[in-house]
């Protein structure tokens, strides 16, 4: 009961850029696996290389990251990812 | 312990409700429920897509498990042979029963919604189903188009009626036969809208009138959204209203009057989900089964309605991942129903001013591959162990914990000494 609550979710994609099975990849197409973690306070979401014959996320392999803080932009309209790479902040949930 | 369960779960239904915050959205029989029952304010789906994200709450295992990313295969056989959250009551004596789009149809529940591993009896299906999207939309020319925006005048598509309503039918028969027959049952309704298309029946437009209906507080694509993190929402660009749009591919945008129509659609197919849900509960307390029967009131994941310019779910944003998750327990959640007192009385939405205040709030955030182990722990059953680190192997765990500790009971609410603020803002 102490742990801070945590929901996960993820979403696959066949390339890195939008295409017409975007939204709907075949297991065979999935080449990015976007992983998300989220609290009351942000969504952090990794965006990183997928395997689709072993299954298997390759977290060294990123493409993509997102990281929303929900307190100043609830909406989620503002990617601080990029502005935070290097901060305590996303050291801490590296 | 000795529950039964009404699991009632809704395609495509973000939290877009009176119940949590939404002034606009007429939904008086779903709020009725929230006012006898826990509110999760923070529950999120494991992926937002339809059958990767049932198989999972089902399941109780996420998608990396199930294995299960897309439509095209079936756990037991592609990842492992998991119980699911129907089968562990079917094995504890229960009657299970699925009536509508429970399991997503196809491959991913093996043809046949998991029968009979998860289900007492074959699981029910609206004949209309098979109309869904065919082309009964009348479009201003007066002829039949299959598009995205779809009121319909009830008496005139075919069969003369439609998925849900069939479906809420079929689940009140199912109710007096296990009335009846005193049996303890499980059963699990899945309701089809506000899935696109947005087809139901016209008069529910009369509860939104266009002027009302606003554009998404950003419907812009963002600047810094990472290419990969946006969906191009296809599906809806194959309608035929769509289509007629020539909207570029993949970042449109949508024309802002269009925008107004799809959310107009959007909320009126909520109503008619809404009264569903009422006339369903209003029989199960006609019944006088509310007095020990769970509700589960929960949805596959949310739907984008134009933020971030976008038209779908299919992404990690929470407008697509978020969804309501309400769990009302008699005796817990809410005080027993008097004899002859009416917990869940048909509440008209056409006429119903709603100012019901949920029974209980909590923010704390929560996933819906929890609902396996909370719904054995509310019923009474023994709650399956949290899976090791591989699972492939174990036909009975969860990756979810059970959320029952975040409930504050009615005796603890009087505890509190009538002074509810910590209640509700948890």
Redesign the interface.
Known sequence: ?QKE?????????P?????????????KD?K???Y?M???DY?Y?V?VGFNPNN?K?NFQDI????LYMVGTDP????????NSLHSNFVKKIL | GGKNVLFIVVDDLRPTLGCYGDNLVKSPNIDQLASQSVVFQNAYAQQAVCAPSRVSFLTGRRPDTTRLYDFYSYWRVHAGNYSTLPQYFKENGYTTMSVGKVFHPGISSNYNDDYPYSWSIPPFHPSTEKYENTKTCKGKDGQLHANLVCPVDVAEVPEGTLPDIQSTEEAIRLLNIMKRKKQKFFLAVGYHKPHIPLRYPQEFLKLYPLENITLAPDPWVPEELPPVAYNPWTDIREREDVQALNISFPYGPIPEDFQRLIRQSYFAAVSYLDMQVGLLLNALDDLKLSRNTIVVFTADHGWSLGEHGEWAKYSNFDVATQVPLMFYVPGKTSSFANPGGRKFPYLDPFTHVSNLIPQGQTKKIVELVSLFPTLAELAGLLIPALCPETSFDVALCSEGESIVRYFVSMEEKVDCGGDDSDYYQD
């Not at chain 1, 390339?15 to 297991?27: F, G």
């Not at chain 1, 909406?75 to 990029?82: E, L, R, S």
């Open positions: 009961d609550p945590i929901a996960f979710c993820q979403y696959p994609r390339a890195d850029t939008p295409q017409w099975n975007s939204d709907k990849p075949r297991l999935i990015i696996m976007g998300s989220r609290t009351v969504r979401t965006w299954f996320a493409h993509a990251g997102e909406g989620q309209d503002h990617n601080i990812y990029n």
